[in-house]
């Protein structure tokens, strides 16, 4: 097992390169199993989870390649429609394989995920809306064993929660579907119009992709077709956050304007910043850091997956706030791990409520997912003295060499075995 050590109190400056987001590559490349021919993917960053979609992709049958920084998926080998317990405890999204091989091939057995350090995470809306497009589903032995006599059928879907993988996977089943479906309270996540893009690029018929009402027109076949995969949103949230934290600036490059909640928010903890058409700068220097509230809720509110990050912005800034957690039922196990290291939290069911910390100090500490994670890092860099981050492969699930690229920003990070 791997660990981080970092030595704390620098003040981070410089550029950094984000790479594509996570949360689009996943189902943009689980989506190429709908196609007949190789997809061309750019800017696919390279994660723990992209190999792990890489190797159920290939144990499905599809012939995959890199050519440099270029992924090529042909998904017209597929022969497969088995998604095993093994790959798909390694990655919940594994269960966007399910959507796409029903879609193609009229039957799939999927893994189901089960739950993980951040909540229950069920996959109701994802097998209703399939049962509705008239797939015959079962759950038997952990697996979803799912099939349609011929081919699925359009419908109108009626969703009474918002789920950015539930409309991903019904999205994909009725790109190949049989007449019109209608996702009603559908999410509106910047990665559901990437995934858009990309099957319109192969052909489908989509409309309303980044509404709550998304029209798909099913077709009889899908072509491969290249496509870049939009910056990651919250790898760049991260590194202002980080910024922010440690009063000092950074110049995101290769990113986009998608984060409004998250900069507004940092705009209200006195950061300044400068947006461009592909760059975000944060300047923190000089200014005094004020904590700040907030509510997670689906986009456009503000991302669940910036929640921890704040918590650990709020734990260093002047004055008291609240964190409050809407989507997840559990996602607060960074805060045992913050108070290790002096953080004054207390939790009060689905809110934080930082007060001010008057010292921080570096202490082992363990990941209990990627983002907390990522705050446990971010605080390291500012406690004073040694701390251990263990359990780092929740890390590596989301960020690419994050280590490098805090490094060149001045952090004290390096990366050992426990
Ligand atoms: C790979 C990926 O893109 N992951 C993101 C995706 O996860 P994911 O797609 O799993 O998250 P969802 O939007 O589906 O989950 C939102 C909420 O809905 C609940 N729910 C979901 C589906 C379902 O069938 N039944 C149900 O009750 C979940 O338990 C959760 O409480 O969106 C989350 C919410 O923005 C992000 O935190 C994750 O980073
Ligand atoms: C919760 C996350 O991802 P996943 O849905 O893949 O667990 C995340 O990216 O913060």
């Known amino acids: 097992m791997e660990q981080f050590v970092i030595q704390g109190g620098s003040t981070l400056a410089g550029e950094v390169t984000i790479s594509g987001a996570k949360n689009a590559a996943l189902p943009i490349l689980f989506a190429s199993l709908l196609a007949n021919s190789t997809s061309t993917f750019f800017n696919v960053p390279k994660l723990r989870d992209i190999e792990t979609t890489e190797a159920l992709l290939s144990q499905l049958g599809a012939t995959i390649k890199w050519q440099g920084d270029t992924l090529l998926i042909d998904g017209a080998t597929v022969d497969k429609i088995v998604a095993p317990y093994e790959l798909v405890k390694k990655m919940r999204a594994s269960v966007l394989a399910l959507g796409p091989l029903l879609a193609r091939f009229g039957e799939a057995q999927v893994s189901l995920p089960g739950g993980c350090a951040i909540g229950a995470r069920p996959v109701d809306l994802h097998i209703n809306g399939l049962i509705k497009m008239g797939a015959d589903i079962e759950v038997e032995n952990g697996y979803i064993n799912a099939k349609v006599a011929g081919r699925l059928k359009g419908a109108h879907i009626f969703m009474d929660m918002v789920s950015v993988g539930a409309t991903e996977n019904l999205m994909m089943a009725a790109a190949l579907a049989d007449g019109i479906t209608i996702l009603e309270n559908a999410a509106r996540e910047p990665e559901i119009i990437d995934l858009a893009t990309y099957l319109i690029g192969m052909g489908a018929k989509i409309k309303g992709a980044g509404t ?28 202002l956050v980080a910024a922010a934290m440690s009063g000092g600036e950074v110049l995101c490059k290769n990113t986009d304007q998608s984060l409004d909640p998250v900069i507004e ?112 890092i971010l605080t390291g860099i500012i406690a004073k003295g040694e701390t251990l981050v263990d359990r780092i492969y929740h890390v590596d699930r989301g960020y690419q060499k994050i280590e490098d690229k805090l490094s060149a920003l001045g952090a004290n990070i390096k990366r050992r075995k426990a």
């Open 265 to 376: 928010k940092l705009r209200a903890a006195n950061a300044f910043i400068e947006v461009t058409n592909d760059s975000i700068y944060l300047d923190m220097r000089n200014r005094e850091l004020k904590a700040v509230n907030i509510k997670t809720m689906p986009h456009p509110g503000f991302p669940t997956d910036m929640q921890a990050q704040f918590t650990a912005l709020n734990v260093v800034a002047k004055g008291s706030a609240t964190i409050t957690e809407t989507i997840f039922e559990n996602r607060f196990m960074h805060v045992p791990e913050l108070q290790r290291m002096g953080a004054n939290i207390r939790l009060e069911g689905n809110t934080a409520i930082c007060g001010e910390t008057t010292s921080l100090s570096g202490a082992q500490v363990m990941a209990t997912d990627l983002r907390a994670s990522a705050s446990l």
């Open 212 to 239: 709550d009402s998304i029209e798909i027109e099913g077709i009889e076949e899908l072509k491969g077709c290249e496509h870049k995969i939009l910056p990651d949103r919250i790898e760049t949230g991260t590194f």
